[in-house]
């Protein structure tokens, strides 16, 4: 099956740091990636769609210059939450889907936990 | 208004029993999936279904379509704690613009007690 991997699984920093968080596709190519946002006991909310050699796309609410996402190549996204806050701990979570497959099955990534202090 | 309408929100039973989580949507869904996510990892895909009416087994978990291609159900067979976790429907809407975006339902948490 297609694998997703994330990196960190957890870190912590301090407010007003940034933090880069990557999703790799391990064994298939992704022109799009996903960005979600959970907390406790929720669904997944949405953050933006990452698109490979263009810009994201963010859903509405979510800031762009605060959560900076980057699809440099078919295999990695990355986000990078800058000037971090407590109130941007959270887990996040990223899903890609290998190209041509028409069915929206999404595998996601392991998540990533940040906690700001 | 959400989406997807997913129920109950929360369900802790006891070993051995059964239970059925919808999932209800007014929308048309060209696929739907449902995913299981366990604490401190991400959601992993237990079923896709696409055709109207459509039914879908996995041992102990039944997965049913709705004949419009509206809503699902799961329903698991004699629960065991290994089944605790978040469940989560997603559909895909057909379009160009919906083109590989899913709409998640908020999520069933199911406590299976031994």
């Known amino acids: 099956g297609a694998v997703v991997s994330q990196h960190p699984s957890w870190v912590i920093c301090k407010s007003g740091t940034s933090v880069k968080i990557e999703c790799r596709s391990l064994d298939f190519q992704a022109t799009t990636m996903f960005w979600y946002r959970q907390f406790p006991k929720q669904s997944l909310m949405l953050m933006a769609t990452?698109?490979?050699?263009?810009?994201?796309?963010?859903e509405q609410g979510v800031e762009k210059d605060k959560f900076l996402i980057n699809h440099a190549s078919l295999t990695l996204s990355t986000l990078t939450v800058t000037s971090a806050h407590p109130e941007d701990s959270s887990f996040y979570i990223c899903?890609?889907?290998?190209?041509?497959?028409?069915?929206?099955?999404?595998?996601f990534g392991e998540g990533s936990r940040l906690t700001v202090l | 208004t959400q989406l997807l309408e997913q129920s109950p929100q929360f369900l802790s039973i006891q070993e051995g029993e059964n239970l059925t989580v919808y999932c209800n949507s007014s929308?048309?869904?060209?696929?739907l999936q449902w995913y299981r996510q366990e604490p401190g990892e991400g959601p992993v895909l237990l079923v896709t279904?696409?055709?109207?009416?459509e039914v879908k087994k996995l041992k102990r978990l039944t997965f049913q379509f709705g004949d419009a291609r509206k809503d699902s159900s799961l329903h698991i067979t004699a629960a065991q704690p290994g089944d605790t976790g978040l469940y989560l429907c997603a559909g895909v809407r057909g379009g160009v613009t919906n083109a590989g975006k899913s709409t998640f339902g908020d999520g069933t948490t199911l406590t299976v007690k031994p």
């Open positions: 990452s698109n490979e050699g263009s810009k994201a796309t963010y």
């Open positions: 929308s048309v869904f060209s696929s």
């Open positions: 899903s890609a889907t290998p190209g041509g497959q028409k069915t929206g099955e999404l595998f």
């Open positions: 279904v696409v055709t109207g009416g």
